[in-house]
């Protein structure tokens, strides 16, 4: 019976010592954020390469769709962009950058992710 209790307590002292360090608690937050997208970032022509042409043009306040020639107002907050199209129908999906390359994905993840690349100036 003391070896049981005696074994019990050496496991308890173990599993305590292995709690994780301040330092690497820090880290995995840091890992975890996802940095805020901002205007400028996205600011620009972009294509999805499907053609040689631009897909569409992103200003200040609104979206250029170069296809059909009409704009739509947007809003970004940190990494979500919503598109106010007409008839009350908005599109909010997540924006990322790997390199050069700005994906998009909807909020309800009901499609595959898309991908933009940027027209040098």
């Not at 200040?60 to 129908?89: C, M, Q």
């Amino acid at each position: 019976m003391k070896r049981l209790i005696y074994l019990l307590a050496v496991c308890v002292f173990v599993s305590c010592n292995n709690a994780p360090k301040k330092e690497t608690r820090t880290i995995n937050k840091a890992v975890n954020k996802i940095p805020a997208v901002t205007k400028d970032m996205i600011m620009g022509t972009w294509t999805n390469g499907s053609t040689e042409n631009a897909s569409f043009d992103i200003g200040r306040d609104s979206i250029y769709y170069v296809e059909y020639f009409k704009s739509f107002k947007y809003e970004l907050n940190k990494n979500v962009i919503t598109i106010h199209y007409p008839d009350s129908f908005n599109y909010t999906g997540k924006i990322r950058f790997v390199n050069d390359t700005m994906i998009m994905r909807s909020i309800e993840k009901t499609d595959a992710p898309s991908k933009f690349w940027k027209f040098k100036n």
